[in-house]
């Protein structure tokens, strides 16, 4: 079993930046992919971003690629997205989750997730 907790949402206009972590508890976090879904209000839950579990390879959305950028702290059990030139269609839940078993390569599929947490609310007001 693996804890994820999302923290660092918030109200900001656009054009602001926002960090939003995942702080994950229960097993080696080190071992295992971590992703990064969003989910707006009667919209599917979509991917935004992936890291592998060494930091060395990541993957974005293209509505993000250039604009967020995924890093993680081993150390700290933490994963980290920072969101940059926040636009009015980022507003969503962001969720981060972890896969049950080792991967090799970062997973872009709601499906290849095990564990959730449960959301911080990013809203960005035009």
């Known amino acids: 079993q693996v804890q994820l907790v999302e923290s660092g949402g918030g109200l900001v206009q656009a054009g602001d930046s926002l960090r939003l972590s995942c702080a994950a508890s229960?097993?080696?976090?080190?071992?295992?992919?971590i992703g990064w879904f969003r989910q707006a209000p009667g919209k599917e839950r979509e991917f935004v971003s992936a890291?592998?579990?060494?930091?060395?390879?990541?993957d974005y959305a293209d509505s993000v690629k250039g604009r967020f950028t995924i890093s993680r702290d081993n150390a700290k059990n933490t994963v980290y997205l920072q969101m940059n030139s926040l636009k009015p269609e980022d507003t969503a839940v962001y969720y981060c989750?972890?896969?049950?078993?080792?991967?090799?390569?970062?997973?872009?599929?709601?499906?290849?997730?095990?564990?959730w947490g449960q959301g911080t609310q990013v809203t960005v007001s035009s």
């Open positions: 229960g097993r080696t976090f080190g071992n295992y992919n």
């Open positions: 989750a972890a896969p049950r078993s080792f991967a090799l390569r970062v997973g872009i599929r709601k499906d290849q997730y095990d564990y």
């Open positions: 890291i592998s579990w060494s930091g060395g390879s990541a």
